[in-house]
């Protein structure tokens, strides 16, 4: 009753409905985006105040549900969300969380929430985008409801029965006159949640999708948190020392934790969080990490006479080749920089983090012999294979200087040479090739055709790449260099097309070179460059009708159409089809489809190329089996 006196004019209350509708008018200034990620980003921002109520201790359950609607339910076993009124506000606590921007932190007292960017915007975001929210509130005596629709609510919150229990439960369903799509990804939503899971030891997490019949259930419980977390990024492949190295530190109320373990790859898979959010562009915690890693297996070989007097240094890189390492640091005023807010800024991070490792590292060397002699012998390895790359690189580049650098011989190079408007398709097999070439549009498209044999880059070691014949024209044809060289303003074309047929050689392929991308041309990835040509897999003909289905699904619904009589062509690869056809189908922009690599989420991506080209094979049969109906959709 007092709720509606005080609230019908109240200024305050003004105020918020005005934030509210903000949120709706501008809704990706908040979530960054309406189509599929700002979707699951409104999931986590209801799942991080749940995971808040863990980290203060008071919750150990979450459960996250997708419910066959569409609509979202979290819930927790935590105390509840507050009921009381707001001294200043006239409405309960509870009200002010899902109704005030920013309100998040004020109650939880949890020192570390993050304010800024796109974190932490709250659970009023959530609400005013979406067409409803209910809130139901478990204090050990009375459950707590109250309805909102698109943020606003009719009713304050109210009793509506009596129970033991205590938590918070939240269901929400995101509005469809905000959102684009309503697709979660299942796979994106798990492995975030099992991050956190990882980041909050000893929290349970469940997630169900009931979107379909027979709908999945999948527990994340790790009471190893961080140390789990490397061994599950490790765990298809072979590591080089059983157990996870752990260590902590703590200064002037900041407080970094790092777990790292090396495998007998090549590859470096440093992941870095700041008070539990992913700094995909690194920062000063890793800055920190780094350079005290260096420092301590130089000392350590230097100590104990591996590294001679004449010897120079291990190189970062060396002491990185094949490490996996979780760096998670708690700071009170983080600071987010770069083009994402993902770079950690905070400078007085890199001396607590050097600190750490520099000191606990070095005491965990002395007292584990035989892991540090393994360590060590692994980074001088990778330092004598940089220093036969080098080698190699400069009699590439003297070569090349010989040959005034010249483009591969059987690139068709297109005439424009602006890269944002230019494409190259890198086509496997000649014929195929011959006919992109007479296909294509030679204004703006380039094609490169590939041959010889390819190298499997994951097993390899980048001295390799110098002087594949596969690798190499892709190499000079894109003219940005490879590697510690990549220089993605060289670039020669904005977009990059890997065609190749739709069977399991073409799968094979197409993972090749996008491994060989994620691994030595990282940027073109990150930056969205790199697609995947869409040809078509059947051509039905009737009369004068000719149409293309690139599914099974659009094969029915185009036989449907055309009635009996119609002729089927299956296409088994994309020689089969004459220039005129291919352009049409496949290299035409107004009439094709490609598909553009993304990298959501690097450890997922990591994780694919260890499984499809790692040296473990149970692994890659499951994920095959797996996968297989998707394979051809890969989204790394
Ligand atoms: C705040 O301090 C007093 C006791 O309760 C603290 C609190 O806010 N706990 C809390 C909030 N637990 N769970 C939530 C929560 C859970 C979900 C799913 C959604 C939201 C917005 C809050």
Known sequence: MEHNKKNGYDETQIQVLEGLEAVRKRPGMYIGSTEQ??????IYEIVDNAIDEALAGYCDLITVTINENNSVTVSDNGRGIPIGIHPKMGISAAEVVFTVLHAGGKFSGESYKVAGGLHGVGAA????LSEYLEVEIYDGEKIYKQYYERGKSKAPLAVVGQTEKTGTKVTFMPDYQIFETFDYDYDTVLSRLREQAFLN???????????????TSKELHYEGGICSFVKYINRNKQEIHGDVIFVTGEKDGSMVEVAMQYNDSYVENIVSFCNNINTTEGGTHETGFKTALTRVLNDYARGNGTLKENDKNLSGEDVREGITAVISVKVHNPQFEGQTKTRLGNSEVRGLVEGTIGTKVQAFLEENPSVAKKIIEKAMTASRAREAAKRAREMTRRKSALESTALPGKLADCSEKDPTNTEIYIVEGDSAGGSAKQGRNRAYQAILPLWGKMLNVEKARIDRVYGNEKLMPVI???GAGFGEDFDVTKLRYGKIIIMADADVDGAHIRTLLLTFFFRFMRPLVENGNVYIAQPPLYKVEKGKMIKYAYDDKELDLLLEEAGKGAKIQRYKGLGEMNPSQLWETTMNPETRTILQVKMEDAVAADEI???LMGDKVEPRREFIEEN???VSNLDI
């Open 37 to 42: 990620r700002g979707l699951h980003h409104v």
């Open 125 to 128: 975001v959530v609400n005013a």
């Open 201 to 215: 030891a000893g929290v349970k997490i469940i997630f169900e999708d009931r979107r379909k019949a027979d709908f």
């Open 476 to 478: 000079t044809a894109l």
């Open 609 to 611: 190329f260890t499984i």
């Open 628 to 630: 297989a109906r998707y």
